[in-house]
């Protein structure tokens, strides 16, 4: 069973701080990292994907992969209450699969 | 139009109706996925199809039948439906093989929040 785990939270940051969202997958050989973000009510949208070990970085996001700990991360730098939202992890594994695990995602509340 | 769209937006249907949800994608990808998200819920994914062909199919009830009739097509036929299945109906669309960077993004449509009275 391939399995992509992160914290439900919330996680509860102020205004202006940095939210840092974990995951971490079971399958050693996973591929590709990809960070979505919905909104309530809304679809997921795509926010961050990486697919090598390090950091990678699009404005006050930064996605961090680390394949030896099987771990990936996203940080939201100078967080803003439009940031608050769902954040799902999701991880397309070893062998060619195409078809991605999500995790159950995690709830950030940034407060005024 | 671009990206991919879903029809209808709402549904409210009693559990003797039968109704179907579509969704179309404008990306040119081969693969299309239906996922079905509850209230404080993960993503759950129903069915996957590929170049038209189901390729996964995660033990949803038969009361849900997919249909995908060609690559930018796909249907969620409904019938008999619980109560327990209103939820939000999402549709996604990908490249439909690994490609190992971007070609894995899956495109979501905006859904369909079901209620079966």
Redesign the interface.
């Known amino acids: 069973q391939k399995e992509v785990e992160q914290n439900s939270g919330p996680l509860s940051v102020p205004e202006g701080a940095i939210a840092s969202l974990n995951c971490t997958y079971s399958d050693r050989g996973s591929?590709?990292f990809?960070w979505?973000r919905q909104y309530s009510?809304?679809?997921?949208?795509?926010i961050m994907?990486i697919?090598s070990n390090g950091d990678k970085e699009d404005g006050r996001f930064t996605a961090q992969l680390n394949k030896a700990s099987q771990y990936v991360s996203l940080l939201i730098r100078d967080s803003q209450p439009s940031d608050s939202a769902t954040y799902?992890c999701?991880v397309?594994h070893a062998g060619?699969?195409?078809?991605?695990t999500?995790?159950?995602?995690t709830s950030l509340i940034v407060h005024p | 139009e671009t990206g991919v769209t879903q029809t209808p937006r709402h549904l409210v249907m009693g559990m003797t109706n039968k109704k179907s949800l579509k969704c179309e994608q404008h990306l040119g990808h081969n693969a299309m996925y239906w996922y079905k998200q509850s209230a404080k819920k993960p993503l759950e994914l129903m069915f996957v199809y590929s170049l038209e062909e189901r390729v996964e199919n995660n033990s949803v009830p038969s009361r849900f039948s997919p249909e995908c009739p060609n690559s930018s097509h796909l249907f969620l036929h409904l019938h008999t439906l619980q109560p327990e299945d209103s939820a939000l109906y999402l549709c996604a669309s990908s490249q439909g093989f690994s490609t190992g960077d971007i070609g894995d993004i899956q495109y979501f449509g905006a859904g369909t929040r079901l209620s079966v009275l």
């Open positions: 591929q590709s990809f979505y009510g809304k679809s997921p949208e795509l994907s697919y799902l999701a397309n060619g699969s195409y078809i991605p999500f995790g159950r995602g």
